[in-house]
């Protein structure tokens, strides 16, 4: 034992009483890092302090409950973040419902990968859906026990294969647009796939990728991403690399290291590609090779990626033995890598950013990410300024300032007024046709194809609010009311279609309001490739779409086509103190009325998830009470809208007196 005890004195001021706490921590001779704890740790050296804090010590001897709640919520984090990405406002607060309804689907992905291995690579794939089957490894390095077990581990006569799964699609491998030598932007994924249905770098594939398509600069660039911990996808080569890292270790300790050069790593992803046949056997779908001979899962060869980031992974464990052995607080700095409102976002986030208000902190200022420029044009970065105690959007100069939106917001919450350009609203009220029907949709973002002719993580519609304003402010909010919810999770979109297109009048024409475009506009055009004998009706609504959210907010091209100046048509129609930097629809609702979400059981975008996956497993009591909370949830969406275009009918009266 090392013996050393180290004292951590963490000051924090909570409502003016200054609480001081004292944790004492003794090291022990070794110190149970797991992958998850390594990724954390080297992220944010801050974390290793504030666990220790949370359990007192970190002990030798995890237990395997301990590394699969671990492992478990990690996994289930990061399918919630693919679900919803970093925008979603009511679906920031992870909540462990969430996580129980992702749980099933995270298990079915794992051994569909499992199942495959054996028919993409031979041997004799080991894996299981309790972390206790897995293979593990296991490596002390300087006194420090680092710790991790391998979703899929397969033998074959000539090697192994290390199969990691992540519930991702192939999407994400094409790291957007690439310009080729004419100047021509398009998606050139520098993964390809080959002969063996495996993806690898374009590299290995093609040999010279410096061609017609790629100039070297483009591809290494976009190359470089996969060796970026906070890239989207880079995140997840990193996972295997330290993964790769504590194998070959193992390894090396156990005089096996002949062995190392044998092994290949590998990622198991959902494939974008992949069509849903809508074959069920006992009532849960079978995913067997869709009509295009695409498998639900694909499988990225990270070999070399990994190889060449050990490296640097030796480094970063080199840094963790420093910040273990030292505990203590790198001076409470915060940076891009807290995770700060992201649905993976960590869990110690109340502690370090307990000096950063909710409401109206400088990240409230629209684009606050491109930082602030002072009067010698030296730019700040918003993680500096916080960690030099600038946290309030009033402590930000004014002459720092240099976006026109951002004066708007500072003069709002300086004077506690409310910004109105009702010239705009005005102009763009005039261009909605009547009658108004306002619209909404709730999905299910599945990880996993349900019905025919669905593919991962398509935006499953199961429900439909409609409310028909037949003249300004003529709308009722129970007879002018239409809705649609599916009783189970049986496939109801041919009813929901129905219903829906019943609904509207096509012969007069109108205007569809709906709260962000293309969230409904995209759902319309993917029902109707569904569903082709309704794809003429759905198209015309889709042509049909207003988004209220142009009137609230602006759309520089809407605005422009409508005769006003581009600086004009950038800025807000409308600001208001409390929208803290936000026009989603709850926020906007209660600054211009009276009605609020407080009230309902189903009160959030989240918990209308949770209420839909649960409906099938609930007393008939229970059902019933949750299925009307959906109902009344996705009715207070589209009457929101009925309201808050009343209400912006009103300013543009006052404000201009007409």
């Not at 080199?318 to 203590?328: A, F, V």
């Amino acid at each position: 034992m090392l013996g050393a005890i180290i004292y951590y004195l963490f000051i924090a001021k909570l409502e003016n009483i200054l609480i001081i706490i004292h944790v004492i921590i003794e090291i022990g001779d070794y110190m149970a890092v797991t992958k998850t704890k390594f990724i954390n740790y080297i992220r944010c050296p801050n974390h290793c302090v504030l666990d220790e804090i949370k359990k007192e010590q970190l002990n030798a001897d995890i237990t395997i409950e301990e590394y699969k709640e671990e492992e478990k919520e990690a996994a289930l984090t990061e399918i919630l973040d693919t679900m919803f990405g970093d925008e979603t406002e009511d679906l920031i607060d992870i909540k462990d419902e969430q996580l129980e309804i992702m749980l099933p689907y995270y298990r079915k992905i794992e051994l569909l990968a499992g199942s495959l291995v054996a028919k993409k690579f031979g041997g004799n794939p080991k894996y299981s859906k309790e972390t206790l089957n897995q293979e593990s490894f296991d490596a002390n390095i300087d006194g420090i026990r680092y710790l991790c077990y391998v979703d899929i581990y397969n033998e074959r006569p000539n090697g192994v294969d290390i199969v990691e799964v992540k519930a991702i699609t192939t999407n994400g491998f094409k790291f957007g647009k690439i310009s080729n030598r004419s100047g021509e932007k398009q998606v050139y994924p520098i993964f390809l796939k080959n002969k063996d249905d495996i993806y690898r770098l374009r590299e290995e594939i093609a040999g010279n990728v410096f061609d017609d398509i790629f100039t070297e600069e483009n591809y290494l660039e976009h190359r470089q991403k996969l060796f970026d911990k906070y890239h989207a996808i880079g995140r997840y080569v990193y996972d295997l690399a330290v993964q790769r890292f504590i194998i070959e270790h193992d390894l090396r300790q156990n005089n096996q290291s002949d062995k190392i050069d044998n092994i290949k790593y590998y990622l198991a992803v959902l494939n974008s590609d992949y069509v849903f046949n809508g074959e069920y056997k006992e009532e849960e779908p079978v995913y067997d090779t869709d009509s295009n001979g695409n498998d639900i899962i694909s499988f990225i060869d990270l070999t070399k990626v990994t190889k060449e980031y050990l490296e640097r992974v030796s480094l970063d464990q080199k840094r963790i033995d420093e910040y273990l052995k030292n505990m203590s607080m790198e001076g409470g700095q915060v940076g891009k890598y807290c995770e700060f409102k992201k649905n993976t976002k960590c869990k110690y986030i109340p502690v370090c950013w307990r000096k950063v208000p909710t409401h109206n902190s400088i990240f409230a200022y629209i684009d606050n990410y491109l930082g602030f420029t002072d009067e010698n044009g030296a730019k700040h970065d918003r993680y500096e300024l916080i960690n030099n105690d600038v946290v309030n959007m009033l402590d930000i100069p004014s002459t720092w300032l240099t976006r026109k939106k951002n004066d708007i917001q500072r003069k709002c919450v300086e004077n506690n007024t409310t910004h109105v350009n009702a010239k705009k609203i005005a102009k763009g009220l005039e261009q909605l046709r009547y009658p108004i029907y306002h619209l909404d949709f709730e999905t299910f973002h599945c990880p996993l194809p349900r019905y025919k002719g669905e593919k991962p993580y398509t935006q499953s519609v199961f429900q439909f609010s409609l409310h028909i304003e037949r003249q300004p402010g003529v709308c009722d909010i129970n007879k002018d009311h239409y809705e649609f919810l599916a009783p189970d999770h049986k496939d109801h979109r041919e009813e929901l279609i129905n219903k829906l297109i019943s609904c509207i009048d096509f012969d007069n024409g109108g205007s569809i309001v709906v709260y962000n475009e293309i969230f409904e506009k995209t759902r319309l055009k993917e029902l109707g490739e569904l569903f082709p004998r309704y794809k003429k009706s759905l198209d015309k609504m889709a042509n049909m779409l207003f988004d209220l959210l142009y009137i609230v907010k602006t759309n520089t091209s809407f605005y422009k086509q409508l005769g006003f100046d581009d600086e004009e048509a950038k800025l807000f129609n409308y600001y208001h103190p409390d929208l803290n930097g936000s026009f989603s629809i709850k926020k906007v609702l209660p600054t211009l009325t009276n009605l609020k979400y407080d009230d309902l059981i189903v009160s959030d975008g989240s918990e209308a998830m949770v209420a839909y996956a649960k409906l099938d497993k609930l007393s008939t009591a229970e059902y019933n009470k949750q299925y009307k909370a959906l109902l009344e949830y996705c009715k207070q969406d589209t009457w929101a809208m009925v309201l808050i275009l009343q209400a912006l009918r009103n300013l543009v009266k006052t404000r201009l007196k007409v």
